[in-house]
């Protein structure tokens, strides 16, 4: 998918800053299922003016693997959607800086303007890393415009 189009376009609805562009690569694998991959940053900069600034969850990346809920969401129907509740995660293993890893979306479904989605974040060797279970997203808007990002 077109990641420079949507971040152009999503613009109209909501920002992304540079701290938080750490997708390589996003895939539309067929209806309902996306694929993207990312960098796991180094949040210990974001993260000092806190106790703990090292965190083995890293958020940023579960934000960019949650950013792939928006970009199947936006590709197929043109909306922008904000995370709302987590019904249930698993860590199999921290996330180690500079990794690279995979995070594969599947849309479950629609009810009014909540979508929920499964997502599975795998590392390079193919093992799982984490697992969202029902995460809920809210639509905030929708794209009128040309929203294919193929």
């Known amino acids: 998918m077109d990641l420079d189009k949507f971040y152009t376009q999503a613009e109209k609805f909501i920002y992304f800053g540079p701290a938080f ?9 067929g209806k309902n299922e996306a694929i993207i991959e990312a960098i796991v940053p180094d949040n210990h900069g974001i993260f000092a003016h806190t106790l703990f600034p090292e ?20 590709h197929q129907d043109g909306y922008i959607c904000v995370p709302r ?11 180690v800086k ?14 009014g303007d ?14 799982l890393c984490m697992v969202i ?14 929203f294919e990002l193929l």
């Open 21 to 29: 562009l750490h997708i390589t690569y996003a895939g539309y694998v």
């Open 55 to 74: 965190t083995i969850i890293s958020p940023i990346l579960l934000d960019n693997a949650c950013r792939n809920t928006i970009l199947l969401d936006y």
């Open 85 to 95: 509740k987590i019904t249930e995660s698993i860590l199999y293993r921290p996330f």
């Open 98 to 111: 500079h990794e690279k890893v995979y995070a594969y979306t599947k849309l479950l479904e629609q009810e």
């Open 114 to 127: 909540l979508v929920h989605f499964d997502i599975e974040i795998i590392d390079a060797n193919n093992l």
């Open 133 to 146: 279970r029902d995460l809920v997203m809210v639509r905030i808007d929708k794209d009128n415009d040309d």
